[in-house]
């Protein structure tokens, strides 16, 4: 199996945006507007949107009844910003000796346009450099609060116990299969045409292949690149036998700006 590759970096000169024959699919859960397809059109790049995986609003009895002791916490750990609006809609400012953890600046910046402090972000946007940070810090021993999806991985909150945290990990909300036109995008794989797929998260992954069917799923693969948001989806990619370019940075632009590059050098 292919390892993840890494793209040059920087914005692509103005002269060398134009419109691209190749379609690029985008896995993630936003509408046609949304952040990552607006910004593959602007780079001239043809989108089809196959959002595999949704979120929902989990139950919220158990995070409000945490979050009315937020103040009992030394940190709070943000994985997502979908975590942080769960939160943040429900306690409108940082109790002021709470200390915030994010993992990506995507994250870091939904925190600070709801005038939340951000305290420790690791320089690369995954659970495992959170964890690798919060280990030079004086953490045994304290309380920390991970809202989390109903399909956090382990990293985090082992991590974080391991070091010596008292983690308590409540879910935040939940990610679900969508419902996906199965037969327009078989269609679609059918006809040709997709230089690319995009990944924003391992849920993308395992939904998208659960979706379509492995036989789909690897005809797509095997004419179009899979382009990783950070490691942790290009290993779910990988457990499924498929190489993946990762991101240049692990943002939607990041994510946007890779695809572009690659698609422009497989016309």
Same mark, same amino acid.
């Given at each position: 199996?292919?390892?993840?590759?890494?793209?040059?970096?920087?914005?692509?000169?103005?002269?060398?945006?134009?419109?691209?024959?190749?379609?690029?699919?985008?896995?993630?859960?936003?509408?046609? $507007?949304?952040?990552?397809?607006?910004?593959?059109?602007?780079?001239?790049?043809?989108? /089809?949107?196959?959002?595999?995986?949704?979120?929902?609003?989990?139950?919220?009895?158990?995070?409000?009844?945490?979050?009315?002791?937020?103040?009992?916490?030394?940190? *709070?750990?943000?994985?997502?910003?979908?975590?942080?609006?769960?939160?943040?809609?429900?306690?409108?400012?940082?109790? =002021? $000796?709470?200390?915030?953890?994010?993992?990506?600046?995507?994250? &870091?910046?939904?925190?600070?346009?709801?005038?939340?402090?951000?305290?420790? /972000?690791?320089?690369?946007? $995954?659970?495992?450099?959170?964890?690798?940070?919060?280990?030079?810090?004086? @953490?045994?021993?304290?309380?920390?609060?991970?809202? &989390?999806?109903?399909?956090? /991985? =382990?990293? *985090?909150?082992?991590?974080?116990?391991?070091?010596?945290?008292?983690?308590?990990?409540?879910?935040?909300?939940?990610?679900?299969?969508?419902?996906?036109?199965?037969?327009?995008?078989?269609?679609? *794989?059918?006809?040709?045409? @997709?230089?690319?797929?995009?990944?924003?998260?391992?849920?993308?992954? @395992?939904?998208?292949?659960?979706?379509?069917?492995?036989?789909?799923?690897?005809?797509?693969?095997?004419?179009?690149?899979?382009?990783? *948001?950070?490691?942790?989806?290009?290993?779910?990619?990988?457990?499924?036998?498929?190489?993946?370019?990762?991101?240049?940075?692990?943002?939607?632009?990041?994510?946007?700006?890779?695809?572009?590059? /690659?698609?422009?050098?497989?016309?």
């Amino acid at each position: 199996m292919d390892a993840p590759s890494k793209p040059p970096h920087g914005e692509p000169d103005d002269s060398s945006v134009e419109a691209s024959s190749k379609l690029v699919v985008v896995t993630r859960a936003e509408p046609d $507007n949304g952040p990552l397809t607006s910004q593959l059109r602007d780079l001239g790049l043809q989108v /089809l949107l196959w959002p595999a995986v949704s979120v929902a609003a989990a139950q919220t009895g158990v995070l409000e009844e945490t979050l009315r002791s937020i103040a009992e916490f030394d940190w *709070i750990v943000f994985a997502s910003r979908y975590a942080v609006a769960a939160v943040t809609e429900r306690v409108a400012a940082a109790p =002021p $000796n709470l200390r915030v953890a994010a993992v990506g600046q995507a994250t &870091a910046q939904v925190l600070h346009q709801r005038g939340w402090p951000v305290d420790l /972000l690791p320089e690369d946007a $995954n659970a495992a450099a959170l964890v690798s940070a919060f280990a030079t810090k004086p @953490i045994s021993g304290m309380k920390v609060l991970f809202p &989390a999806s109903s399909r956090a /991985l =382990p990293t *985090i909150a082992a991590g974080l116990t391991q070091l010596g945290a008292k983690v308590v990990q409540v879910e935040a909300y939940r990610t679900e299969p969508a419902a996906l036109d199965v037969a327009a995008c078989r269609a679609a *794989i059918e006809r040709g045409g @997709i230089g690319a797929v995009t990944f924003a998260s391992p849920s993308a992954v @395992i939904e998208l292949e659960q979706a379509l069917g492995k036989e789909s799923f690897d005809r797509l693969l095997a004419g179009a690149k899979a382009v990783a *948001i950070g490691p942790t989806t290009a290993r779910e990619l990988a457990a499924r036998g498929r190489g993946s370019v990762l991101a240049e940075s692990a943002t939607l632009r990041g994510l946007a700006l890779t695809t572009f590059r /690659l698609v422009q050098t497989r016309q």
